[in-house]
């Protein structure tokens, strides 16, 4: 037992334990925040002094407890880029030194001092992290807490009653998640739980996949709509998982299609057991063996060490495999290191350097360029690695190689990773497998919803007359499609030819030198989107040859392939026409109303913004809007010739 209570000089205490008890309770009661700024083991302390005594049960020798404030200031090494950075070092002299005994058996205040040189409030001091730390007894039952979902907010106002303590944000969410979390650390989810839920959905595929033992290892989905999608659009299939359900460790990979619209479409959802290479190998045969499709697919992009350009080669020998530029980078970041190649920190920062610039070369010229400096870098470690890893399948992940086939310019998975962070957002929290697939399918289908949604709801652009090619290119094309080849019609005017002969030509070209004829081009625009680019349409302008032809436009691009014969295209482009003639008239009424709305007088402008804000309102609710011009003299009221009357 410690021989005076409380910390001062020539207080003594026979454990830890009690030293520390001791030094928390002084925190509290003193309403400051220390830390341990000096401390020596007795293992060390013993090598310095082999002769003295000491109880290996009190672990250490010397300890120092300092303010968080105290210290010495930091001193930056930097230029003042960043000038707003804080600290909490103030040079405060509270400390409180404790050494061992004479005899080594116990521990003793050999110097304490109290002062600080800044204000020490309560209300300060319990918004600091250590003093905003749960006790355990808010951890013991957290079904409460797990009743609140995943509003924070009230975990946060729930956890402060109870505790009586100031939370910040981020502790609403540790002690339930943390209990939740690790239920599931303990017992992996029960795949066999999510087969009924997936089973019942009308027009759903299931296949379960165990290994020789009999047991599951991982479960393939695919519905109705799934399918459809993929069969209508199957060049370009992105292959990406993602483990970022709440309370749930659960590998899922998400297979997308891009559609006519440039829209991500699901389809297919594995869900695994455990993330293993055979595993997702079996996967991949069943979507093809399940996909006839697929043997029309000519593009898988992949990002990953299991899912890699091998695995796809090895299951689809027909398809070009696409690695994930952000994956490709971040592997160059983690495998050039001092301690994996044996490098020092300049061949590092040189090797990173131009293996990055590999990523982004745009010809083979460029490519040699940069592979003859990696050559002369004089670091046989990583040429090794390089050559054993990377050069034999260049044309997987250097940009300039990617998009000679169909690629739609996809170089990343970021359009898994967009759709994987929406689907998580619409799963419960803490959710069990039943609950989690459930609410999955919920959000697919909330997904879709707002997919077709944008589809109904689009406005038509305004855009010239109607016998020009960009009108009738928009007639032919989606509004993704056509945005895009807009773009190329406005750029067409400015590219000029180094030579033209007969039906080819050379355009100028800063990135490397392309060929081009009247339908066909080497630019990466043309043979990833196939669409026309800017070089043919200008060639064709040149050449006097008309700018509008359809057959330089995938079919997959076009509104009647799109929209599956839903609507006949006669139909479809009369209704366009309208829309578009409509749009452009009210266009021209409304900016010559804002125009004259902003000529007005000061004191006349609210007036005349909330006039037009009524009609917009009446109008927006289905109502007539009667118009009468009112004299200023205030002598006349001439009526208008509208004859709407307001109605709601």
């Known amino acids: 037992m410690s021989q005076v209570t409380g910390f001062r000089v020539g207080a003594e205490f026979s454990s830890y334990s009690e030293l520390h008890r001791e030094y928390r309770r002084y925190q509290r009661d003193n309403s400051v925040q220390m830390w341990t700024r000096h401390s020596r083991t007795i293992e060390a302390q013993r090598r310095r002094a082999p002769k003295r005594p000491m109880n290996d049960a009190l672990k250490f020798a010397e300890i120092d407890y300092a303010c968080v404030h105290g210290g010495k200031l930091f001193k930056t090494k930097g230029f003042g880029?960043?000038?707003?950075?804080?600290?909490?070092?103030?040079?405060?002299?509270?400390?409180?030194?404790?050494?061992?005994?004479?005899?080594g058996d116990k521990f003793v205040v050999k110097q304490m001092n109290e002062s600080h040189n800044h204000t020490v409030p309560q209300e300060e001091e319990e918004r600091l992290q250590h003093q905003r730390l749960c006790v355990k007894a808010l951890r013991v039952d957290p079904t409460s807490i797990v009743s609140l979902r995943s509003n924070g907010a009230g975990v946060k106002v729930q956890l402060g009653e109870v505790a009586g303590k100031v939370l910040a944000d981020e502790d609403a969410h540790s002690p339930a998640r943390k209990e939740k979390c690790g239920e599931f650390k303990v017992n992996k989810p029960d795949l066999e739980?999510?087969?009924?839920?997936?089973?019942?959905?009308?027009?759903?595929?299931?296949?379960?996949?165990?290994?020789?033992?009999?047991?599951?290892q991982a479960i393939y989905y695919q519905d109705g709509r799934m399918k459809q999608t993929f069969e209508r659009f199957p060049e370009v299939l992105l292959v990406g998982a993602t483990y970022s359900w709440a309370g749930l460790r659960l590998p899922t990979y998400l297979l997308l299609a891009i559609d006519g619209n440039g829209e991500s479409e699901l389809a297919s959802l594995w869900f695994l057991q455990s993330e293993e290479r055979d595993t997702v190998r079996q996967l991949l045969r069943i979507f093809r063996q399940k996909n006839p499709a697929a043997e029309g697919t000519r593009a898988v992009v992949v990002g990953g060490k299991v899912c890699d350009g091998e695995l796809v080669t090895?299951?689809?020998?027909?398809?070009?495999?696409?690695?994930?530029?952000?994956?490709?980078?971040?592997?160059?970041?983690?495998?050039?290191?001092?301690?994996?190649?044996?490098?020092?920190?300049?061949?590092?920062?040189?090797?990173?350097?131009?293996?990055?610039?590999?990523?982004?070369?745009?010809?083979?010229?460029?490519?040699?360029?940069?592979?003859?400096?990696?050559?002369?870098?004089?670091?046989?470690?990583?040429?090794?690695?390089?050559?054993k890893t990377w050069h034999g399948s260049r044309r997987q992940w250097v940009e300039g190689f990617k998009h000679e086939n169909e690629s739609y310019l996809t170089s990343t998975l970021q359009r898994v990773q967009a759709l994987s962070q929406r689907l998580a957002a619409a799963v419960e929290d803490f959710s069990d497998v039943t609950s989690f697939t459930r609410d999955l399918l919920k959000a697919v289908d909330t997904v879709r919803a707002e997919c077709d949604q944008r589809v109904l709801q689009r406005e038509p652009p305004a855009g010239p007359e109607d016998n020009s090619a960009e009108s009738f290119y928009r007639e032919l094309l989606t509004d993704f499609a056509f945005r895009r080849v807009r773009r190329e019609l406005e750029e067409a005017e400015w590219v000029s030819f180094l030579s033209v002969e007969a039906e080819r030509a050379w355009?100028?070209?800063?990135?490397?030198?392309?060929?081009?004829?009247?339908?066909?081009?080497?630019?990466?625009?043309r043979t990833s989107m196939r669409l026309p680019c800017r070089h043919v349409l200008a060639l064709r302008r040149r050449l006097g040859s008309d700018l509008f032809q359809p057959s330089l436009c995938a079919g997959r691009w076009t509104?009647?392939?799109?929209?599956?014969?839903?609507?006949?295209?006669?139909?479809?482009?009369?209704?366009?026409?309208?829309?578009?003639?409509r749009y452009r008239q009210a266009f021209k009424v409304a900016r010559k109303l804002s125009s004259l709305a902003t000529r007005c007088p000061a004191e006349d402008f609210g007036r005349c913004l909330a006039v037009m804000t009524a009609v917009t309102d009446i109008w927006a609710r289905g109502g007539q809007v009667q118009v009468t011009e009112i004299n200023v003299t205030g002598a006349t009221q001439q009526e208008s010739s509208s004859p709407a009357t307001e109605a709601s």
Do not use: W
């Open 193 to 216: 739980k999510m087969v009924p839920t997936l089973a019942a959905v009308k027009d759903g595929r299931v296949v379960m996949v165990v290994n020789k033992a009999n047991v599951l």
């Open 314 to 387: 090895d299951v689809l020998p027909h398809c070009k495999p696409l690695a994930c530029l952000a994956h490709t980078l971040s592997v160059f970041q983690d495998d050039l290191t001092a301690e994996k190649l044996h490098l020092t920190a300049g061949q590092q920062s040189q090797l990173l350097q131009i293996l990055h610039s590999m990523c982004y070369a745009t010809s083979t010229e460029d490519y040699d360029l940069l592979y003859r400096q990696l050559l002369d870098s004089n670091a046989e470690s990583a040429v090794d690695y390089f050559h």
């Open 507 to 525: 355009p100028v070209c800063r990135r490397r030198a392309l060929v081009t004829d009247q339908a066909s081009c080497q630019c990466p625009f």
């Open 81 to 103: 880029k960043r000038p707003i950075q804080r600290t909490n070092k103030m040079k405060c002299p509270c400390v409180i030194k404790v050494r061992l005994s004479a005899d």
């Open 559 to 581: 509104q009647e392939h799109f929209l599956g014969g839903q609507l006949p295209p006669a139909s479809l482009r009369e209704r366009d026409k309208v829309q578009q003639e």
